[in-house]
């Protein structure tokens, strides 16, 4: 998990060709939302560029993010983030519910179902996501979805492998 280096774009570039797998960095949430979630020195565009660079830089590199639900954001804004988040070719995002983790931080607003959760897994898989993981206790770090990028990371290395030993 990575900072969006307050959209510096060496910063990114340095760090997406130092030999990562997977560049990840939270969006968070829904743009609208944004101004109340997150320090303001971030923002929704800010962290989509840095998914953006780090994907054009290397562009064989997954880029991952996650969205917190829970906040007050729309159906429709969350399926907009995923769209924003596709048209830069993020490959893995994971939704999990927000849980106030003391009375100095936000409210949460709804405890949302475990039918919308598979709701924006669905609609993610459709938008051609690599990977979503959706549930209320999904967290950034979701382990499935480490293992899965690891599984996707080693067949890619194995096929590419193969691939130079035809030729």
Do not use: C
């Not at 060496?10 to 997406?16: E, G, Q, R």
């Not at 830089?57 to 729309?74: A, D, R």
């Not at 409210?107 to 993610?124: A, L, R």
């Amino acid at each position: 998990m990575v900072s969006d280096f307050q959209g510096d774009p060496n910063s990114v570039k340095t760090l997406a060709t130092s030999g990562l797998d997977v560049y990840a960095h939270n969006v968070e949430t829904v743009e609208r939302l944004q101004k109340y979630v997150r320090d303001n020195r971030a923002s929704y565009w800010q962290s989509i560029g840095t998914l953006e660079h780090a994907k054009k830089v290397k562009p064989e590199l997954y880029t991952k993010t996650s969205i917190m639900l829970g906040l007050g954001e729309t159906d429709e804004e969350v399926i907009q983030t995923m769209k924003d988040l596709r048209s830069v070719d993020v490959d893995v995002v994971t939704f999990g519910q927000y849980l106030r983790p003391t009375e100095n931080h936000l409210s949460v607003v709804e405890y949302v179902t475990p039918e919308k959760f598979e709701h924006f897994k669905k609609v993610g898989e459709e938008l051609g996501f690599k990977y979503v993981a959706s549930g209320p206790l999904v967290r950034s770090s979701y382990k499935a979805g480490e293992f899965y990028l690891t599984h996707m990371i080693n067949k890619e290395r194995k096929e590419g492998k193969e691939k130079k030993e035809d030729e």
